[in-house]
């Protein structure tokens, strides 16, 4: 059976940390590995994560990929408050249309 | 990005009602969309995925004569909650992707359903 898992399930740091949020997975026919991040409403998306060791970077979040060791990180680093959301991992297997999600890692900024 | 937009975006019905909520893909032709369910903090829930033309096929757990999902065209999908009860109060979000080119889903704005 597929599996995503994310850890921490929820974390509170202080504005101007660094964190790092963790993606493993257990899937047969790994196509692609999404992250989003969820707010108020609808997921957006962030990156989405294809080969081992290439880092994706939009500002201040990046992401990596390690399809050796089944996991990815995502990092957001001089973290605002503004960052405060549900982050959710999905993993595409190809088996089907549908995502995988985790169960999300809730993050709290506080100022 | 691609456009997926759902109607409502909220809804309050009263229990024993039917409410319909609306998926559409506004600029790609989506011959696969994709209902969730989320409750408060958690994680989306895969519900049922909508195909054109045929039947949905429908996760395990999830009640088919309860959540009635229609695809009748390649950019709208319908998700039918009969009888609601309070129990179905949630968060329903819907999602297509044009798979030939990304993986990525787009998502529609979620529908927030109240049973009173």
């Known amino acids: 059976e597929d599996k995503v898992v994310q850890s921490p399930l929820s974390l509170v740091v202080h504005e101007g940390d660094t964190v790092t949020l963790n993606c493993s997975y257990e899937?047969?026919?790994?196509?692609?590995l999404l992250w989003y991040k969820q707010e108020k409403k609808a997921p957006t998306f962030l990156f989405m994560l294809t080969s081992s060791g290439i880092e994706k970077k939009s500002g201040r979040l990046s992401s990596i990929l390690d399809k050796k060791e089944l996991f990815s990180i995502l990092n957001i680093t001089a973290t605002q408050t503004g960052d405060s959301a549900i982050y959710l991992c999905a993993v595409d297997s190809n088996s089907g249309y549908a995502l995988n999600f985790g169960k999300g890692t809730s993050l709290l900024v506080t100022p | 990005g691609a456009v997926v937009s759902q109607h409502p975006s909220r809804v309050i019905c009263k229990s024993g009602t039917s409410v319909k909520i609306e998926c559409r893909s506004l600029d790609f032709q989506a011959t696969t969309m994709f209902w969730y369910r989320q409750f408060p903090k958690k994680s989306l829930m895969l519900m049922a995925t909508s195909n054109e033309g045929s039947k949905a096929t429908y996760e395990q757990g999830v009640e088919k004569d309860k959540f009635l999902i229609n695809h009748a065209s390649l950019t709208l999908s319908t998700l039918t909650v009969t009888s609601a009860h309070p129990e179905d109060s949630s968060f329903y979000i819907c999602?297509?992707?044009?798979?030939?080119?990304?993986?990525?889903?787009?998502f529609g704005e979620g529908s927030r359903l109240t049973v009173l």
């Open positions: 999602s297509a992707s044009y798979r030939e080119v990304t993986g990525e889903l787009f």
């Open positions: 899937v047969t026919n790994f196509r692609s």
